[in-house]
């Protein structure tokens, strides 16, 4: 069975402080890997998609990372607006449903001024 | 980014009373939207995956006679809630996604719409 596991649940930083969130997956083939944002009562908000392990992709003060087991999300000097819980969904080769993702728990950011 | 507009964002009804929920892709062609559930502090359940002009495919679980979906076009979706009850009261969010010849576009979200029957 596929499974998306993150890592933590949740997570303080003072601002500035820099960190990581992990994604670890089991999944029978990767077709792509996914983070999103999530604000309180909004819907997701995509950030990153990776494809192979070895890639990375950054976008300001964040950057995605990918190996054949797990993902991070690495926040170099978090600002409050940081602030909102991040999703980490995979894609799974095959399947009868093409495009459907998994998502994981999520990890709740909090940035303090 | 892609922009997936979903409304109503809050629904407030009677129990017994049948819900429309519409999920529009405003930018693009989406050959595939997706509906889930959301509970507080808990992450996304996907519900339903539609393609157009064909039947949806239910997640196990999913009563597909109590969640009505409709794909009539590639920029519109619905979510039909019938016969609503309380235990039917969550954050519904769909997503729309193209994959045209193997592509793999990732999903973009409407906001949701906030169900709370009475």
């Known amino acids: 069975e596929d499974q998306v596991t993150q890592s933590p649940e949740a997570l303080r930083l003072q601002e500035g402080e820099s960190s990581s969130l992990n994604c670890s997956y089991t999944?029978?083939?990767?077709?792509?890997l996914f983070w999103y944002r999530q604000d309180p009562g909004k819907g997701p908000e995509f950030l990153f998609t990776?494809?192979?392990a070895g890639e990375e992709k950054e976008k300001e003060r964040l950057k995605a990372t990918l190996t054949k087991k797990e993902s991070f999300l690495h926040i170099t000097a978090p600002k409050p607006e940081d602030s909102a819980t991040y999703l980490c969904?995979?894609?799974?080769?095959?399947?009868?449903?093409?495009?459907?993702?998994?998502f994981g728990q999520g990890t709740i950011l909090t940035v303090h001024p | 980014g892609a922009v997936v507009s979903q409304h109503p964002s809050r629904v407030i009804c009677k129990s017994g009373t049948s819900v429309k929920i519409e999920c529009r892709s405003l930018?693009?062609?989406?050959?595939?939207m997706f509906w889930y559930r959301q509970f507080p502090k808990q992450s996304l359940m996907l519900m339903a995956t539609?393609?157009?002009?064909?039947?949806?495919?239910?997640e196990q679980g999913v009563e597909k006679d109590k969640f009505l979906i409709n794909h009539a076009s590639l920029t519109l979706s619905t979510l039909t809630v019938t016969s609503a009850h309380p235990e039917d009261s969550s954050f519904y969010i769909c997503?729309?996604?193209?994959?045209?010849?193997?592509?793999?576009?990732?999903?973009?979200f409407g906001d949701g719409t906030r169900l709370s029957i009475l």
């Open positions: 997503s729309a996604g193209k994959y045209w010849g193997g592509s793999n576009q990732p999903q973009h």
């Open positions: 999944v029978s083939g990767l077709r792509g």
């Open positions: 990776l494809y192979s």
């Open positions: 969904a995979v894609q799974v080769a095959g399947g009868t449903s093409y495009g459907k993702l998994t």
């Open positions: 539609s393609n157009e002009g064909s039947k949806a495919t239910y």
């Open positions: 930018d693009f062609q989406a050959t595939t």
